[in-house]
């Protein structure tokens, strides 16, 4: 009965923070600016020195624990006849295990979620913008893929290679942003591909922040383009900007301000990508005539990148979109995945600006 307790302390506990942060003003901002470095700095930094991802280790031995535990129970329950004692003895402790996580979940993630976003933090104004205004974003744009695709190092097949140096390249990036924006500067442990990536795949996911390890995690099996941004991405998360609009946003500023062509060159490539894909919506004929702008270069990443996607199309791919969705819903992003796209009205705002 101890563990029950202790967990129904840990979710009331979690469930108070998250309550206070959305109605306590300034509350969000104040832990996200004087608590949470912390923790990424202790926690980040301590789990930074495992080379593997250790939020994928801790699950793997999590599902592990649990499947033994359960069986434990199943012998408790048939041999030794213990039913009753068996069950409440697993149950209490998955009760706990959950609450624990939810306790994490609040601490390293959730709160930040009430926090000021980095465009009201930076006084980036969005507004209404027009068709035009569009385009110019996106041939803007345009220039900047053609002349970064040139640049890059690619492979027999035409399709932009990394060496290597990604991880570190991707702190650097961000860490020469957090110059210019207070709000960014910090420690950053390296981000770290995940050995089974294969399981962002499935989801359709080209990564995933580890609120319980405070780790940058990606898809290391995707086409090799989205990579340097969707490590700026990850890693903005431990700015505390949970916002997936402003991560977007956040990790083309970072890629455009390294100086490796293949961080410029991911970055103005994902960006151009989120904006002819609004502008398409808004303009078709506008968009025809951006479209035919774009190098062949880039083309054969686009057509890896959409084959990629397609190979790993289905049910779990839907179900994983159809979570996330609600789980953005559920911390204040009422446009769910929809909020991915609109990096465009920060693009068009700083570009206009």
Known sequence: MAWFYCGAVLFAASFL??????????????YAVHIYPVIV?????????????????LLYAVIFLAAALFFRMLYRTAV?????EAA????????????????LYTLNCGINYQRLSFS??????????TAKDLKEVCELLTQEVNTYAEQVVRDEDGLMVLDGSEKELAVKAMRSLGENYQGLAGFYP????????????????TGIYAPFTVEANYNDDMTEYNIPFTACHELSHLRG?????????????????????????????LGWIHCTNALRREDTEAWREVREKLSE??????????????????KAAEVSEKINDQYLKANGQTDGVKSYGRMVDLLIAYYNG
Not at 45 to 54: C, D, I, L, N
Not at 93 to 100: H, I, P, R, S, T
């Open 241 to 269: 900007f949970m916002q997936e609009e402003e991560a977007n946003f956040i990790a083309y500023l970072a890629c455009m301000e390294s100086d490796a062509a293949e961080f410029c060159y991911s970055g103005s490539l």
């Open 297 to 314: 270069t880039a083309e054969a990443d686009l057509l890896a990148n959409s084959r990629f996607w397609s190979s790993y199309e289905g």
């Open 41 to 57: 700095g202790t926690v980040g930094r301590g789990f930074g020195w495992f080379p593997a991802s250790a939020a994928e280790i």
């Open 120 to 129: 009201e933090q930076e006084g980036l104004q969005t507004g209404k913008y």
């Open 80 to 84: 030794k006849k213990e039913g009753k």
């Open 88 to 103: 409440a003895h697993y149950f209490s402790g998955v009760w706990l295990a959950a609450a624990l996580l939810f306790s």
């Open 17 to 30: 923070l998250l309550y206070l942060a959305r109605k306590a003003d300034g509350l969000a901002q104040w």
């Open 190 to 205: 390296k981000p770290k591909a995940l050995a089974g990536s294969w399981l962002l795949s499935v989801q359709n996911l």
